[in-house]
T-cell receptor, first 112, second 112 residues
Framework: NAGVMQNPRHLVRRRGQEARLRCSPMKGHSHVYWYRQLPEEGLKFMVYLQKENIIDESGMPKERFSAEFPKEGPSILRIQQVVRGDSAAYFC??????????FGPGTRLTVL | QKEVEQNSGPLSVPEGAIASLNCTYSDRGSQSFFWYRQYSGKSPELIMSIYSNGDKEDGRFTAQLNKASQYVSLLIRDSQPSDSATYLCAVKEGDRDDKIIFGKGTRLHILP
């Protein structure tokens, strides 16, 4: 049973470009969570999704950030018009209904 | 505002000793509690989950939960240098919501 998969593992973008981060949950998991982590800081919750539904997006910045988890395919975290402050590690986690979260390896985003 | 509090450390423990990591939480209705380990530059890895008052042991790790005091701890016996990492306490909000609140983590350093 493959774990949570994220790609790309490293992403470099110039200011103003778009970043798309993908997350495939573990088999049988229908809940996906996105977190951001800055160096030497804790995990910051961004959004919680189930298939085709955003359950909680209280941690998402109001502008430029969006997330989806379509019926088919991976969950996507999209950052439009990236700025240097978006540089961080973005982790995805998935869970079965009991809520125990398992993390993917993360995507390290660098904005030049 | 529901919170999970941890001492940021670093906590330095001699090799072979017991490392004790502590966590308090604010939501009295919390039902599920988790400890994750995160090595520098890596993603969080689930170590233990605990749901009822008392102790739960798994190898060198023991999780302790006291719901009356809103306190959860992790003991690591016979500490090894490979245990040096940041340990994240996580609490699931009540029974009806799958969102997990993470503490900021405690950095543990095992001294050889």
């Amino acid at each position: 049973n493959a774990g949570v998969m994220q790609n790309p593992r490293h992403l470099v973008r110039r200011r103003g470009q778009e970043a798309r981060l993908r997350c495939s949950p573990m088999k049988g998991h229908s809940h996906v969570y996105w977190y951001r982590q800055l160096p030497e800081e804790g995990l910051k919750f961004m959004v919680y999704l189930q298939k085709e539904n955003i359950i909680d997006e209280s941690g998402m910045p109001k502008e430029r950030f969006s997330a989806e988890f379509p019926k088919e395919g991976p969950s996507i975290l999209r950052i439009q018009q990236v700025v240097r402050g978006d540089s961080a590690a973005y982790f995805c986690a998935s869970s079965p209904p009991d809520g125990t979260q398992y993390f993917g390896p993360g995507t390290r985003l660098t904005v030049l | 505002q529901k919170e999970v509090e941890q001492n940021s450390g670093p906590l330095s423990v001699p090799e072979g000793a017991i490392a004790s990591l502590n966590c308090t939480y604010s939501d009295r209705g919390s039902q599920s509690f988790f400890w994750y380990r995160q090595y520098s530059g890596k993603s969080p890895e689930l170590i233990m989950s605990i749901y009822s008052n008392g102790d739960k042991e798994d190898g060198r790790f023991t999780a302790q939960l006291n719901k009356a005091s809103q306190y959860v701890s992790l003991l690591i016996r016979d500490s090894q240098p490979s245990d040096s990492a940041t340990y994240l306490c996580a609490v699931k909000e009540g029974d009806r919501d799958d969102k997990i609140i993470f503490g900021k983590g405690t950095r543990l350093h095992i001294l050889p």
